[in-house]
């Protein structure tokens, strides 16, 4: 019965110099019979690792956006099975969520699956994160790939199960990679922004300048605080680094204007 209802399912992974998280990730779905990874140029042992994995189909496209990188990836790499699982190279499929998908399949009436996270710093779970569920299953014909801020974002239309176990996220990249992406996302988001954003308060309070204490004071109850030690400071100075750059953004505009 597991096979059968695994066989439904293609893991596809999205890479760039990964060699610190993929090895993880590949373990954790060495269920599936076809693994899709889309590498946009690695110049690390990325490739290397994944060839090391059986099931791996591997695919190289220069990254462009992540809504074209996914798009390409889902529907232009030869999968043939009825759903996809869309996973970065930091994730891990858990067996407890491994069960509850095959459970839910069996069931049927299952056109997507919201999965929650959870956060870890080199195996160290917090208690909880700010990062929400997102639709990371979902069956290749109806899903739809749009891009927001600096992402995409997954959509499909037909009935989607919230799933109770969360994949893992683990990211042993170097801190510069971290520091680098963050300037990049940012630079995005400081776009947006500038655009009008999207009506929602945190985009009025990113205006004002006081998200980066807020989302680090937030960030660091939500993992655990004292309870969770260093692991727990980690993960609210980055938010607070995170929002920094963008607000720093922020009021160089205002400087400039006056």
Known sequence: MRSNLLKRITPVVLTYNEEENLGRCLEAVSWADTVVILDSGSTDNTEQIARNFPNVSWHVRPFDSHQQQWHYAIQNTGITSEFVLALDADMEVTPHLLKEIEDRLDAGHLTGGMIPFEFRYYGRALLGSLYP???????????????????????????VHRFRHPLIHD???????????QLDYQRRNES??????????????????????????????????????????RYAYERMATESILAIRLMNQRIKRK
């Not at 639709?135 to 959509?155: C, N, S």
């Open 133 to 159: 569920a997102q639709l990371r299953l979902f069956m290749k014909a109806k899903v739809q790939v749009k891009q927001t801020d600096h992402t995409q974002v997954f959509l499909v239309d037909g009935p």
């Open 171 to 181: 990211d042993r990249k170097p801190l510069d990679r971290w520091v680098k992406a």
């Open 192 to 233: 947006e922004l500038s655009n009008g954003g999207r009506g929602r308060a945190r985009d009025y309070l990113r205006k004002l300048g006081v998200m980066p204490p807020l989302m680090g004071a937030l960030a660091y109850v939500r993992a655990g605080g004292p309870f969770k030690g260093a692991a727990a400071a």
